[in-house]
């Protein structure tokens, strides 16, 4: 006989797993270099400037680097994605508290819609920049120079996904209470032999 599905009640802190994941990841994101570089190495951007020079630079003004907060598309994305991490932070707080007894349960589809919503501030985040980076700073106009979207940035993309798989998970764990608190009887396969 073989024991059918994962066994919920050991299994259900595997989603803070993954949020603690997302926020790990936004902050690499929102803290790291590498959103765009050229392929020449002579210009790197990050969330918050834009650097040109040889190798970049380490985002001063004293190294020509330029703030992305002097563009209102800067400040939309940095602020989309900075609201997104915030809401993140706060359901990976609420999902140990709903993980933990019967009569909290009911928060996890709150939860689901609260990392829905993250998601939605990061994907608009993560559409934003690359579209006005590229038409403020005309980056198609060089043809010798080929542009790529980094580390950072798919750090970023990476937080995304988890969380838009998280929010499926929360909202869909309520439907399984009786696995959830341990309350289910076992379901088997029968092999005929």
Known sequence: MLRCGLACERCRWILPLLLLCAIVFDIIALAGRGWLQSSNHG?????????????????????????????????AAAAMLFC????LVICFVLSFFALCGPQMLVFLRVIGGLLALAAVFQIISLVIYPVKYTQEFRLHD??????????????????????????FFFCCLP?????????????YFYTSA
């Open 175 to 187: 439907n399984y209470e009786d696995d959830l608190l341990g309350n289910a009887k076992p379901r």
């Open 142 to 167: 060089n043809h010798d120079i080929t542009y790529i979207y980094n580390w950072a940035y798919g750090f970023g993309w990476a937080a995304t996904i988890i969380l838009i798989g998280c929010a």
């Open 43 to 75: 210009e790197t951007s990050s969330l918050w400037w834009k650097c040109n020079g040889e190798g970049g630079g380490t985002g001063s003004f004293e190294q020509g680097c330029q703030s992305l907060m002097d563009f209102a598309w800067g400040r």
């Open 84 to 87: 997104g991490f915030i809401i």
